[in-house]
């Protein structure tokens, strides 16, 4: 996976659980708290502080016809229940023992990405092209079944549907630069439910990448003196654009709802995502080792991602914990 694409999944799944790690935990009670892009009804009811438009600006400079290429990715909220058999129906319950496994009702989350498309930046010049969002709503069922085969339940995953665009256009900037902008937005019908039914048609964790063919992106955190001024108009929602992969390339950006400077990177001791970038790695993976074993059957059934948490930090050998001590580097490194 290159350094771009290793940033994206960070912040795709930056907060999306939470040490401990586990149902019960306070701290998961409410979730999904990054890069929300709400219902447009919510949103107009609440106040700019739950966005249904996510925007980016950005700027691009190229002698020839640069094109540029955009992706949207989020998080779609999944609402996964524990049933259990009862006669020929499927009853909801909040737990379920099959076997020596336990199984807990909550939420979980799937990846969606638009792939909005390749544009000339001549042709978006007052032609803003609109890209419909439309996913549709749905379910699935996993069947539960004893060691003997016996089917004794189900997991069923439901999720709700979401409606969006995403608009890109072009303008002409100061020093011959082109000011592109993406506009994401969320126009899913809500009634006014409650706030669970509200983030199930949310675009949760939403983060877009533009690639240039043809020309280069100008940091908007470290832009030439001479586009200074270009840099400080271009207006961002919700959201910031940083130059992404090798130091230098500036053929990448990633619109990231989180903070990053450009460049950011993985720091390579992580041993892979914990979710939580407000802690360190070691502390968290040894708190981790150190759960007791009821805390450590909550945490596997919680969310599959938690229980894949367990089962790396549990392999991982005396070397690799030792790599976590600490070293010295550039502030921009970030652990997975």
Not at 117 to 145: C, H, K, M, N, Y
Not at 236 to 243: A, D
């Amino acid at each position: 996976m290159d350094a771009a694409k290793k940033i994206a999944e960070a912040v795709l799944y930056e907060g999306y659980l939470l040490w401990p790690y586990r149902r019960s935990s306070r701290k998961n009670q409410q979730r999904w708290t990054f890069g929300g892009v709400y219902p447009r009804e919510y949103s107009q009811a609440r106040g700019e502080d739950d966005p249904w438009i996510m925007q980016t600006q950005c700027l691009v400079r190229g002698a020839g016809e640069p094109t540029i290429d955009v992706n949207v990715r989020f998080l779609h909220v999944v609402d996964r229940k524990v049933n259990k058999k009862s006669g020929q129906t499927l009853q909801p319950v909040d737990e379920l023992r099959v076997g020596k496994e336990l199984y807990l009702s909550w939420d979980e989350a799937a990846e969606r990405e638009i792939a909005v498309g390749r544009f000339g930046l001549s042709e978006l010049l007052g032609q803003p092209r609109v890209v419909e969002i439309d996913i549709p709503g749905g379910s699935t069922e996993e069947p539960l079944a004893e060691p003997t085969g016996e089917v004794i339940g189900a997991l069923v995953r439901t999720w709700r549907p979401l409606r969006g665009a995403v608009e890109v256009g072009a303008e002409r900037s100061q020093g011959g630069t082109y000011r592109v902008t993406v506009r994401l937005t969320n126009t899913t019908p809500w009634g006014g439910e409650n706030r669970e039914s509200m983030l199930r048609q949310t675009f949760v964790s939403t983060h877009t990448t533009l690639k240039v063919e043809g020309g280069e992106f100008v940091s908007l955190m470290d832009p030439p003196g001479e586009l200074v001024e270009a840099a400080e108009g271009c207006e961002n929602l919700k959201t910031w654009p940083v130059l992404v992969g090798e130091e230098g390339d500036r053929s990448t950006m990633l619109s990231s709802p989180i903070i990053l400077y450009d460049y950011p990177q993985i720091a390579p001791e992580s041993p892979g995502d914990l979710f939580d970038g407000t802690e360190i790695d070691q502390m968290l993976i040894l708190n981790v080792l150190n759960l007791t074993d009821e805390e450590k059957e909550e945490m596997r059934a919680s969310d599959p991602r938690g229980r894949e948490i367990l089962d790396r930090c549990e392999s991982l050998s005396p070397e690799e914990l030792m790599r976590l001590n600490g070293t010295f580097r550039d502030i921009r490194m970030l652990r997975g």
